[in-house]
């Protein structure tokens, strides 16, 4: 989706420190759909219009600034549930 398209008041800026993460973070928010910018030196700009955006936002937040120690746990927790 390209800035001409985003609503700047419906958006939200987020704070990716790494340009590459953050290239990589506007793709797969693509890939699920969600509303999104990202041009050369400015910010990611992301629109969440429902609670499953949210949700998938954080989650790929997550695999961008969570340690892979956290990733692991957060995965093992999720087994751990599948199988109780």
Same mark, same amino acid.
């Given at each position: 989706?390209?800035?001409?398209?985003?609503?700047?008041?419906?958006? /939200?800026?987020? /704070?990716?420190?790494?340009?590459?993460? $953050?290239?990589?973070?506007? $793709? $797969?928010?693509?890939?699920?759909?969600i509303p999104c910018s990202c041009e050369v030196?400015?910010?990611? $700009?992301?629109?969440?219009?429902?609670?499953?955006?949210?949700?998938? &936002?954080?989650?790929? #937040?997550?695999?961008?600034?969570?340690? =892979?120690?956290? #990733? &692991? /746990?957060? #995965?093992? =927790?999720?087994?751990?549930?599948?199988?109780?």
């Amino acid at each position: 989706m390209n800035s001409s398209q985003l609503q700047p008041e419906n958006s /939200e800026v987020i /704070e990716v420190n790494c340009w590459t993460d $953050r290239w990589q973070v506007y $793709r $797969r928010l693509q890939e699920l759909g969600i509303p999104c910018s990202c041009e050369v030196e400015q910010p990611l $700009r992301v629109q969440i219009t429902n609670t499953n955006h949210a949700v998938q &936002l954080s989650s790929v #937040l997550k695999q961008f600034s969570a340690s =892979r120690q956290d #990733l &692991l /746990e957060s #995965l093992e =927790r999720c087994w751990q549930t599948e199988c109780d």
